[in-house]
């Protein structure tokens, strides 16, 4: 098992930044592929960015790309999603995600998720 504990969300002005942490704790070597998801109410689940644990290759969503950086710090098992330039579409619900599989972008990919973070961007 692996365990996902996300924290750093909050509220934030149009034009803000945030940065989301997702510390992983267990058996964090079976994990290939670490992922942020977001689900806004009433949408259904989105990718953000995801990013391979041992390789570093990353991969961001085109609504977020150039804005959102996702990152890793290996000695402290954490992922960072840093977000710039927030926009009001950007409120949701945002989930951590880790998994022993390739395939950056599918929820299929991911077996483990945190307990999601509430960012939310008034205009």
């Known amino acids: 098992q692996v365990q996902l504990v996300e924290s750093g969300g909050g509220l934030v002005q149009a034009g803000g930044s945030l940065r989301l942490s997702c510390a992983a704790s267990?058996?964090?070597?079976?994990?290939?592929?670490m992922g942020w998801f977001r689900q806004a109410p009433g949408k259904e689940r989105e990718f953000v960015a995801a990013m391979y644990w041992n390789g570093g290759a990353t991969y961001t969503a085109d609504s977020v790309k150039g804005r959102f950086t996702i990152s890793r710090d290996n000695a402290k098992n954490t992922v960072y999603l840093q977000m710039n330039s927030l926009k009001p579409e950007d409120t949701a619900v945002y989930y951590c995600?880790?998994?022993?599989?390739?395939?950056?972008?599918?929820?299929?990919?991911?077996?483990?998720w945190g307990q999601g973070a509430q960012v939310t961007v008034s205009s």
């Open positions: 267990g058996r964090t070597f079976s994990v290939t592929t």
């Open positions: 995600a880790a998994g022993p599989r390739v395939g950056m972008t599918t929820p299929l990919t991911y077996d483990y």
